[in-house]
């Protein structure tokens, strides 16, 4: 398997005892895996690959994503915005108005 362009790493909000712990289940992270792999399939977008992750310690801005390697973290990701964020990894760009900003 060759890595792909993109890694979009949802939080799952899972501790490394098991529990869950932060917003981002609490705010249905894992039916946004699940929707982002369907758009990912739809799309066609081969160098995209989709995975659910343990917390990521961003809580107040669950639910979290990571596209990696790029470095970009998305903030409070529903799914139209993943939608977005897929529409500019699509454009070779990236999705500004739902980044954390530190």
């Known amino acids: 398997m060759r890595s792909p362009e993109h890694h979009l790493f949802v939080c799952g909000s899972f501790r490394a005892n098991g529990a869950p712990a932060g917003a981002c289940a609490k705010k249905a992270s894992l039916a946004l ?39 970009n973290w998305y903030k409070g990701v529903t799914e139209d915005s993943a939608d977005e964020i897929l529409d500019a990894i699509e454009n070779g760009e990236v999705a500004e108005q739902h980044l954390i900003k530190g």
């Open 33 to 71: 895996v699940q929707h982002l792999q369907e758009e990912v399939d739809s799309r066609g977008l081969g160098g995209v690959l989709v995975s659910m992750t343990g917390c990521l310690n961003c809580c107040v801005n669950g639910p979290v994503v990571v596209d990696y390697p790029s470095g």
